[in-house]
């Protein structure tokens, strides 16, 4: 993932160059950068504007002094007198999910509030998050292993898909039906308009914007500490190698080779751009 700082960097050697017609072909980061750089004129919510007083300044030393210090508070007036010591300053109490760092060809962002980065969560059982979804963008299939997650859109077009868990079917079960070979069930709708859904704890799920603007969520999450485990990633990590061949019932389109080759390129969390979406649309895709 590109820091601000090195697109900054590279937003600026481009400007430096610019006298000059560039004969040199752009690398697929600044057409990118061009791409999505419309956006921002036309959106005042990915304008990634910060209220300072809204930001969460503590320094990670302070953020731990301050959980474990909630941690033991024992009534609302004690914990009160940890995150409000000046009133009426509200800034212990606030989270500035507004970040937008994220550039192409990255899906977006996504920015969690959880007991880690905001304590203030911490007695309370709840998280929060505001995804940033790029055209294209696919949240990839990942689950909660602590949460539910009742996600909103309010801004474009999501398609919303979770695969349903079927507690039966796994063979060798005494008094159970044989195993069951093949795709379980998806449900999937498109989220546009406010429309929210809800993606049960530890259920598959993803979310992807199959439009050529940007799209933006608000999820609230019912854990301080939801956790975040990626489908993909985390089967694929499996070895030795005959795990994965073994559980996907030794299927000839995946040889060992290929597993061996895939594993690389696992991508963690929110990273992707949907290929025959980014032709649709016109984004640089390599
Ligand atoms: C926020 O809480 C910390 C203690 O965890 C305290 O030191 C700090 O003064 C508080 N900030 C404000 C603005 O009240
Ligand atoms: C609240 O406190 C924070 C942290 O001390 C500070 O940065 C901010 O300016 C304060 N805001 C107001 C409105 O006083
Ligand atoms: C925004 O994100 C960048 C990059 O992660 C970080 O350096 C910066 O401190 C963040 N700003 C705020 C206000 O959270
Ligand atoms: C779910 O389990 C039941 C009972 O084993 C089975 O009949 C059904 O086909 C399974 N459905 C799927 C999609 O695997
Ligand atoms: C759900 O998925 C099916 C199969 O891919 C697709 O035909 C359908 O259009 C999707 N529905 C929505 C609302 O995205
Ligand atoms: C969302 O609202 C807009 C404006 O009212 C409307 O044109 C559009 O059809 C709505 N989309 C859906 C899927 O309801």
């Known amino acids: 993932m590109q820091t601000i700082t090195s697109i900054l960097a590279l937003l600026a050697a481009a400007t430096m160059a610019s006298p000059v017609a560039i004969s040199e072909p752009q690398s697929l980061e600044a057409r990118s950068i061009e791409y999505y750089k419309r956006f921002d004129d036309l959106n005042p919510l990915t304008k990634r504007e910060v209220n300072p007083n809204t930001v969460n300044s503590l320094t990670p030393a302070q953020l731990e002094a301050q959980r474990e210090a909630l941690l033991l508070a024992q009534s609302e007036t004690a914990r009160e007198k940890i995150l409000f010591p000046n009133p009426p300053n509200a800034s212990n109490d606030t989270f500035q999910f507004i970040n937008n760092t994220v550039t192409p060809p990255t899906g977006g962002s996504i920015v969690l509030s959880t007991v880690s980065n905001f304590p203030a969560l911490g007695s309370t059982g709840l998280a929060g998050a505001v995804g940033f979804v790029n055209p294209c963008g696919l949240n990839t299939p990942h689950w909660h292993p602590r949460s539910n997650e009742l996600l909103t859109v309010v801004q474009g077009t999501l398609i919303g898909a979770l695969i349903l868990e079927n507690d039966s079917g796994f063979g060798n079960v005494v008094g159970a039906p044989p195993p069951v070979i093949g795709a379980l069930p998806q449900i999937n709708t498109t989220l546009t308009n406010y429309t929210g859904m809800l993606f049960p704890k530890g259920i598959i799920h993803w979310q992807f914007n199959p439009e050529c603007e940007p799209a933006v969520f608000v999820a609230g999450l019912d854990n301080p500490d939801p956790g975040r485990a990626e489908a993909a990633r985390g089967f694929f990590t499996a070895e030795p190698d005959e795990v994965v061949q073994a559980s996907t019932g030794y299927s000839d389109y995946l040889t060992p080779q290929q597993i061996k080759e895939l594993r ?17 649309c016109g984004i640089p895709f390599e």
């Open 264 to 280: 690389p390129t696992l991508t963690s969390s929110f990273t992707s751009i949907v290929e025959s979406c980014a032709k649709k």
